[in-house]
């Protein structure tokens, strides 16, 4: 890996008492809830109204995933010997063909669930590729400078605001190798699913920011990404990302 970085460890725990939260623990913990929860099989209180809605019956099915997962390596596969960071990681490790990629895999996710479910199970499956996971949320990223050959960042950029990606995205420029590849999806407010799976979100404790492709294209240029590539899904629209000039 690179030269060591002064990035300070993500911080995404929740305030201890008489501490006020930083904004970024705003965002992030009420995400970290949501996800905890349905990780642990813990029950939603829900209204009637929504459970009666039919993007509920398919996410309490396990209908939803299927419909609003972005296969990223449809779109680029990672290369033999590459390092790779998965932020927002959830259980990937343990369902994509990291194996088959035979790919280093770095994890990053605010769920603390899923952080002990990599760290036990991980290693087991494969302990050359799996080189660990961090709690925490995109915007630090406590990783050496110039470490990966890519990134993933699918499944979660509908909730922050552009405030927030103006963080990340010079957090991803930092660690990634010149020429490396971001693999972004983004909730894309045409599609039909799209108004829907907002307002069941906000009901399972994390609200989402549907905001125009336009806009976001905008924001990738000014953030100095180039895109190369897109593939549209039912809810997310997948891009591959470089930056020519790495920071």
Known sequence: MGKKSNAAVPNHQPPRPGDAPTPWQKLTYPIAQRYDREYRGQAFDLPAEVEA???FQDWASGKLQNQTASPFWDLYQPKKNQVWL???????FLIYPWRDWNASFYGQDV?????????????QLNSKLFKGVQLGGGHQLPYPDQSFDGIVATGWSGYFDVDYWAQVFPAMKRVLKPGGTVLL???N??????????????????????????????????WGGKIVKTREGKLFNL???RFPAVA
């Open 53 to 55: 809605m039919a993007i």
């Open 86 to 92: 998965d932020i927002g990681c959830g259980l990937s």
């Open 111 to 123: 769920s603390s669930f899923v952080c002990e479910v990599l760290r036990s199970r991980g290693p």
């Open 185 to 187: 999806d983004i909730v």
């Open 189 to 222: 407010p045409a599609n039909e699913l799209a108004e829907d799976w907002a307002i069941l979100e906000t009901y399972l404790g994390a609200e989402v920011i549907l905001q125009s492709l336009e806009e976001w294209h905008q924001q990738i240029k000014s």
């Open 239 to 241: 891009y591959l990302i």
